[in-house]
Every structure is written in structure tokens, then in C-alpha cells.
């Protein structure tokens, strides 16, 4: 009697996840592949690495006038050469095999933890904290420098 319980909750769960992916339109159904690579373009990278650049820069500027600070900004930059050079070992395992997938600009999006998001909404959380870090340190420099 608990199996047919079983059965038959289970058969209800294949028949809503059939019903749901009915509705799905063919832009969400793309090939799957490993997105290794943050299905990021280079204009992001190069947004959050310059972000992260005028982060340092202003900080220095602000504060590079003794050592313990200057010791303070070379770890801070190592932690961040660290953070970054990680993922980009791990990007490039696999890289080879990665390229006979479709590409994964092709579906107008990114999959993220939460779900899909298109590609504005996803560079906006992605950026939103590296431009805010470099406009704090820009406006910590301007302090320093009128004070």
C-alpha cells in the first residue's frame, strides 16, 4: 500500500514537470553545456578589473603616505590577483573541450543560483559592487586630498 502511495506521488511529479516544461518557450531550452567560462563577455571583465584598478589606485593615492598602509594595499591586491587568478586557472581546464559547445551567448542569458536572468540584470549585480568600490575610494582620495 506505501508503494502504490510511492507510485503514484511520483507519477504526479513527472506530470507537473511535463506541464511546466510545455510552457517553457525554445529561447529557455538551449543546449546544455558547462559554463565554466561565467558565460561572461569581455567588456564585464574588463569593467570589474578597471573597477578594481581605481580601487587600489585611489586607495593608494589617499593613503600610500606610510608603510603600514602601503603593506595594507599590497595584500589587499594580492588577496584580489589571488581571487581573480583562480578563476581563471579553473577556466581554462577544459578549455579545448568547451569549444565545440554552442555558444552560450545564444540564449539571451545567464542560469544563475536563483534562476534565469537576462544579460542586464546580470551584469548589474555582477558590476554594481566593483563600481561602487572605486567610486568609495575615488571620493575617500577627494577627502584626503581637501582635508
Same mark, same amino acid.
Given at each position: 500500500?506505501?508503494?502504490?502511495? *510511492?507510485?503514484?506521488?511520483? *507519477?504526479?511529479?513527472?506530470?507537473?514537470?511535463?506541464?511546466?516544461?510545455?510552457?517553457?518557450?525554445?529561447?529557455?531550452?538551449?543546449?546544455?553545456?558547462?559554463?565554466?567560462n561565467f558565460?561572461?563577455?569581455?567588456?564585464?571583465?574588463?569593467?570589474?578589473?578597471?573597477?578594481?584598478?581605481?580601487?587600489f589606485t585611489a586607495l593608494f593615492v589617499a593613503t600610500g603616505h606610510g608603510t603600514a598602509a602601503i603593506f595594507a594595499l599590497v595584500i589587499s591586491i594580492a588577496y584580489t590577483v589571488m581571487y581573480f587568478g583562480t578563476a581563471a586557472v579553473l577556466n581554462n581546464v577544459s578549455a579545448v573541450e568547451?569549444?565545440?559547445?554552442?555558444?552560450?551567448?545564444?540564449?539571451?542569458?545567464?542560469?544563475? *543560483?536563483?534562476?534565469?536572468?537576462?544579460?542586464?540584470?546580470?551584469?548589474? *549585480?555582477?558590476?554594481?559592487?566593483?563600481i561602487l568600490l572605486a567610486v568609495f575610494a575615488c571620493a575617500f582620495a577627494v577627502i584626503r586630498a581637501l582635508v
Open positions: 500500500m506505501l508503494m502504490d502511495f *510511492q507510485m503514484e506521488g511520483g *507519477q504526479a511529479i513527472t506530470a507537473e514537470i511535463t506541464a511546466e516544461m510545455q510552457g517553457l518557450s525554445e529561447r529557455y531550452r538551449a543546449p546544455a553545456h558547462e559554463s565554466r558565460e561572461l563577455p569581455a567588456s564585464v571583465w574588463i569593467t570589474m578589473f578597471g573597477s578594481y584598478a581605481l580601487f568547451r569549444k565545440s559547445l554552442p555558444p552560450a551567448h545564444s540564449t539571451g542569458g545567464i542560469e544563475t *543560483q536563483t534562476g534565469w536572468m537576462d544579460y542586464t540584470a546580470a551584469y548589474a *549585480q555582477i558590476l554594481t559592487v566593483p
